[in-house]
């Protein structure tokens, strides 16, 4: 076994971080009852490629076998964590909207979002894949995809930082109960900005830079990485088990409530003014008699 140098100690780290992280992930989703949407289960799975792109990591380090399938693993995982921590924020936002009533966005633009991240996702595995493959001629195009997958990832970065400051400001429609949520939304988007900007300087830089992305500099890599990563699994996590189990929504309910509210409501009358309802008289069998009913017409004509 060698010794290890500065990225076997950082891998070390790493484990030792996300082990638990990733236990108590598990316990967020129980708690949550795998209702709250699907956004807990994303800190699950960046908890599951930071263990297994560390250990690739420790094991080449430590064994001093830099074999093409851990280099790419290794790289695959690192390349595609950011979608996870994003795809947090998105689920957090697509469960409050819904509970904000008219002042909640429509979903539609939630799912527009999710469907560009799997693009920049599939880019992101893509390029890794073509960059550490032993094909030269495919290293360029490897590149040109965790550049395109960068922009777009910095762009649902963009689009999930304004829609979370505008759900903050639209607050007094959030229930209480929900409250952590929008917190712990606001919350990481200082700690994700920095995680994204190292994604697209990593992306974009050349050899012999410190974010180059075949050797990006330790120190950079812990402080805008693994550190960023660290922070922002924190604070979901204060979240994730701060709010109250998702309950699924009942819309039936508040429609049923809706026409409740106009039976029990007079309707306005001319001007403004409520009209009260005439009362009926009460009536029985024997008014339904011919000589009555005769009588009665008569009466109120009269």
């Known amino acids: ?129 073509k960059v550490q493959s032993s094909d030269a001629s495919s290293h360029n195009t490897g590149k040109d995809c965790l550049e395109a997958g960068s922009i777009v990832f910095l762009a649902i970065y963009v689009a999930l930082a304004l829609l979370t400051i505008l759900t903050a400001f639209r607050g007094k429609a959030i229930p209480s109960a929900e409250k952590a949520l929008i917190f712990a939304g606001v919350g990481v988007l200082p700690v994700l900005c920095v995680r ?26 812990a402080l805008m990485q693994f550190a960023m990563e660290a922070i922002s699994i924190v604070i979901y996590s204060w979240g994730g088990l701060t709010a109250p189990k998702a309950q699924p929504l009942d819309t039936g309910d508040v429609y049923k409530d809706v026409e409740e509210q106009k039976m029990t409501q007079p309707d306005a009358g001319f001007g403004g003014q409520q009209r009260v309802p005439r009362q009926q008289p009460q009536r029985n069998i024997n008014d339904y008699r011919p000589g009555r009913m005769i009588r009665n017409a008569i009466a109120s004509r009269n």
């Not at 030792?16 to 699950?44: E, M």
């Not at 001093?64 to 921590?85: C, H, K, R, V």
């Not at 990593?202 to 050797?215: K, N, V």
Request: hydrophobic share 50%.
């Open 196 to 221: 994204i900007v190292y994604t697209v300087a990593t992306s974009w830089s050349s050899a012999g830079s410190i974010f180059y992305y075949l050797t990006p500099n330790v120190v950079v890599q």
């Open 1 to 129: 076994m060698g010794a290890l140098n500065s990225r076997g100690d950082l891998a070390i780290a790493e484990i030792a971080f996300f082990s638990p992280a990733f236990v108590v992930g598990v316990a967020i989703n129980f708690k949550q009852g795998f209702t709250g949407g699907v956004s807990w289960i994303y800190l699950v799975t960046l908890c599951i490629l930071r263990l297994i792109g560390a250990s690739c990591t420790l094991y080449m380090e430590s064994q001093n076998d830099y074999s093409q399938s851990l280099e790419e693993t290794a790289f695959i995982t690192s390349a595609i964590g950011t979608m996870p921590l994003l795809l947090v924020l998105l689920g957090i936002l697509v469960r409050l909207h819904p509970r904000m009533g008219s002042a909640g966005f429509p979903l539609l633009i939630f799912r527009g979002i999710h469907l560009v991240g799997l693009a920049a996702l599939v880019l992101s595995i893509v390029g890794g894949t």
